[in-house]
């Protein structure tokens, strides 16, 4: 059964740094493009970056130079190291995957995902 698995997440004062990992299992994880999305309280799911299959990475402005994304196709896991992190980036951290067709549509962007994890809390305090 295809899953994914966010793992670390905690609470960190502003300023500081914290690193979640997804690791997908049952599916080729390398051919489809991955994505971290965040949920803040009382607000939508929002994507914040995008990692295509092809290893391009497009970042939302609002985590632009604080965080990074990569994947390991080899350990099919995709990392996310948060750092300056701030009181507003409180949330839940999902990631999530292209299923079916999706995943062999682009492998240079990430279209619509159909996979996601349960979601990691991050709480940023001031």
């Known amino acids: 059964q295809a899953q994914l698995m966010e793992y670390g997440g905690g609470s960190v004062q502003a300023g500081g740094s914290m690193s979640i990992s997804c690791v997908g299992s049952?599916?080729?994880?390398?051919?489809?493009?991955m994505a971290w999305y965040r949920q803040t309280p009382g607000k939508g799911r929002d994507r914040i970056i995008s990692?295509?299959?092809?290893?391009?990475?497009f970042y939302e402005n609002i985590v632009k130079g604080r965080f990074t994304a990569s994947r390991d196709n080899a350990k099919s896991t995709l990392y996310l190291q948060m750092n300056n992190l701030k009181p507003e980036d409180t949330g839940t951290y999902f990631c999530?995957?292209?299923?079916?067709?999706?995943?062999?549509?682009?492998?240079?962007?990430?279209?619509?995902?159909?996979?996601w994890g349960r979601g990691t809390l991050v709480s940023v305090s001031s």
């Open positions: 999530a995957a292209e299923v079916g067709d999706s995943c062999y549509a682009n492998s240079h962007a990430v279209g619509r995902v159909g996979r």
């Open positions: 049952g599916y080729n994880f390398a051919t489809c493009g």
């Open positions: 990692v295509a299959a092809d290893g391009y990475i």
